[in-house]
């Protein structure tokens, strides 16, 4: 772990504030007498991420360090890594602890972003019956479909304003109405399904998808998909021109395109060793792939 940062912000002139586009988690903004925030925008694309208290804290500590360990050549971990924000060590702050993390948003000038909890079980072998439960009542339709919302943060391009669902929005979908009320309305923009972004984010999501059917090394429990896409380019023109291409040749003209989508693991204080296919991860992200190719396909 490193020094405090405190000296080396005053220095460099850099305010940290919280997230803006923090859609999930304790938003505890200026958090009052602690001075204690979540998440914390330091500009130049990098964040930092509240450590919690053990033993889920120094578990993802522990989870970054084994990923990003320039020693290391297990395969499952290096091919890990593209998936996950990059890490720059842990840093004290203000007495606090946090991991400095890459601003995934930080690339995009209007995004908007969704946080997917992935998997039916959401609670980790350590759980108590009660956290089991009370995991189990947050939204019972994730035991059949495998994941559920967080949070999400949509911008309007009409009113040219952002509009935050919080968990209790998430939480009051029903398996019937988590594409039209939760996918659907977070890719709409005004009459148009903002079909090219998806595009990007199921070619992502199948490259991740892959490395799980692969993996044997970790066992993921109440961590998040991180979907984002710029909300100030409308890209159904080009999506409609790549609609009969081939899966490959999507990609590469893809590549060739401004950043218009991402998808990134984040929140790993769940993750433990393994030694066999995570079927519950699976699950949810194949779910997650399923609807969001039902939404591409329905418009």
């Not at 993390?101 to 009660?130: C, H, Q, Y």
């Not at 080009?238 to 989508?261: F, G, V, Y």
């Not at 993750?271 to 039902?294: A, C, K």
């Amino acid at each position: 772990m490193e020094d405090g940062l405190e000296n080396d912000f005053k220095k460099a002139g850099i305010v940290a504030e919280p997230l803006s586009t923090q859609v999930a988690g304790c938003h505890t903004g200026n958090a009052g007498p602690s001075n204690k925030t979540e998440m914390l925008d330091i500009g130049n694309g990098y964040v930092l991420k509240l450590i919690q208290a053990p033993p889920r804290g120094p578990r993802e500590i522990g989870f970054y360090e084994k990923v990003f360990d320039e020693k290391t050549n297990e395969k499952d971990v290096i091919a890990l890594r593209p998936h996950l924000p990059q890490f720059y060590g842990s840093h004290v702050y203000n007495n606090f602890t946090y991991l400095k993390l890459e601003n995934i948003t930080s690339s995009f000038r209007k995004p908007s972003v969704m946080d997917v909890k992935i998997g039916a079980i959401s609670w980790d072998p350590e759980a108590t019956e009660a956290k089991i439960n009370q995991e189990k009542s947050k939204f019972p339709p994730a035991q059949k479909v495998g994941f559920r919302f967080a949070g999400m943060r949509v911008y309007n391009q009409e009113s040219e304003s952002f509009e935050v669902l919080d968990n209790h929005y998430c939480y009051s979908l029903t398996e019937e109405t988590i594409l039209s009320h939760g996918f659907e309305r977070f890719f709409r923009q005004g009459k148009d399904i903002q079909k090219n972004a998806i595009q990007v984010i199921l070619s992502k999501l199948k490259d991740i998808e892959q490395w799980f059917v692969s993996q044997r090394t970790f066992s993921f429990f109440s961590t998040s998909l991180l979907l984002v896409y710029e909300s100030s380019v409308n890209s159904i023109e080009t999506t409609q021109h790549m609609s009969c291409e081939s899966e490959n040749t999507i990609k590469r003209r893809l590549q060739d395109l401004p950043i218009i989508a991402d998808v990134r693991m984040i929140d790993f204080a769940h993750v433990f060793p393994s030694n066999s296919q995570d079927e519950n991860y699976l699950h949810g992200l194949r779910s997650v792939i399923f609807y969001l190719n039902s939404l591409l396909h329905s418009v």
